[in-house]
């Protein structure tokens, strides 16, 4: 899957020259947590957070009056608070990489561009969606997670069996186990009762971490 198929396409957007104030208020309206600053053109040239916007405001513990610190919100521009080294990827980056980079860089977003120009923006909230979606959170079904030696075939036993007992699998996730000789394989199955599913899958597993009806 790449980040062309989960990215929000034309997202909330400020121009550089938007005040401080102005973008806040715009960021509270529409409910994002970060606007990508582009040109006339359409072109990225810099990010804004919240936070950033929040950081450039007065302190409530402020001495200023109401009007200096209108006065002072009104002059400051997203320009000047903006982050201008702007991590980007393109639509047809695997998802699994945005969110490598996500992690390694500690950012929440990172904005879409096709020779430059924005195009979309991809978020946490849109990998965690993905996240759920891969685990079959919104489905019902008998919930599995087991521990498997890391050999070849292995989870190839395990989809056949579920096969044989007429079981439906309708998500399924591997992931680290507690050393390179083992993996933990989470799966949901639909169609078959858990006290068979665990009877004929218990025997090809190390241990069977979790089961349970969701």
Not at 24 to 46: A, C, N, W, Y
Not at 78 to 104: L, Y
């Given at each position: 899957?790449?980040?062309?198929?989960r990215?929000?396409?034309?997202?909330?957007?400020?121009?550089?020259?938007?005040?401080?104030?102005?973008?806040?208020?715009?960021?509270?309206?529409?409910?994002?947590?970060?606007?990508?600053?582009?040109?006339?053109?359409?072109t990225l040239?810099?990010i804004?957070?919240?936070k950033?916007?929040?950081?450039?405001?007065?302190?409530?513990?402020?001495?200023?009056?109401?009007?200096?610190?209108?006065y002072?919100?009104s002059?400051?521009?997203?320009?000047?608070?903006?982050?201008?080294?702007v991590?980007?990827?393109?639509?047809?980056?695997?998802?699994?990489?945005?969110?490598r980079?996500?992690?390694?860089?500690?950012?929440?977003?990172?904005?879409?561009v096709?020779?430059?120009?924005l195009?979309?923006?991809?978020?946490?909230?849109?990998?965690?969606?993905?996240?759920?979606?891969?685990?079959?959170a919104?489905k019902?079904?008998?919930?599995?997670?087991?521990l498997l030696?890391?050999?070849?075939g292995?989870?190839a036993?395990?989809?056949?069996?579920?096969?044989?007992?007429g079981g439906?699998?309708?998500?399924?996730?591997?992931?680290?186990?507690e050393?390179?000789?083992?993996?933990?394989?989470?799966i949901?199955?639909?169609?078959?009762p858990?006290?068979?599913?665990?009877?004929?899958?218990?025997?090809?597993?190390?241990?069977?971490?979790?089961?349970?009806?969701?």
């Amino acid at each position: 899957m790449l980040v062309g198929e989960r990215m929000s396409k034309n997202p909330y957007t400020s121009p550089a020259d938007t005040s401080v104030a102005e973008a806040l208020r715009r960021m509270q309206e529409v409910h994002v947590r970060r606007f990508p600053v582009v040109d006339k053109s359409g072109t990225l040239i810099g990010i804004v957070a919240e936070k950033d916007l929040l950081y450039a405001s007065p302190s409530p513990a402020t001495s200023l009056s109401i009007w200096e610190i209108h006065y002072l919100l009104s002059k400051l521009t997203v320009a000047q608070v903006m982050k201008e080294d702007v991590v980007t990827v393109t639509e047809d980056t695997p998802v699994e990489d945005a969110a490598r980079i996500m992690t390694d860089r500690k950012i929440g977003s990172l904005p879409v561009v096709r020779a430059g120009h924005l195009v979309g923006i991809i978020t946490e909230s849109d990998l965690f969606k993905l996240f759920q979606e891969l685990l079959g959170a919104r489905k019902k079904g008998v919930r599995m997670t087991m521990l498997l030696p890391d050999r070849k075939g292995e989870l190839a036993k395990v989809t056949s069996a579920i096969a044989q007992i007429g079981g439906n699998i309708i998500a399924l996730g591997t992931f680290l186990g507690e050393d390179p000789t083992n993996f933990l394989v989470a799966i949901k199955v639909t169609d078959v009762p858990k006290d068979v599913l665990v009877d004929t899958l218990k025997p090809l597993a190390i241990e069977m971490i979790d089961t349970r009806e969701v």
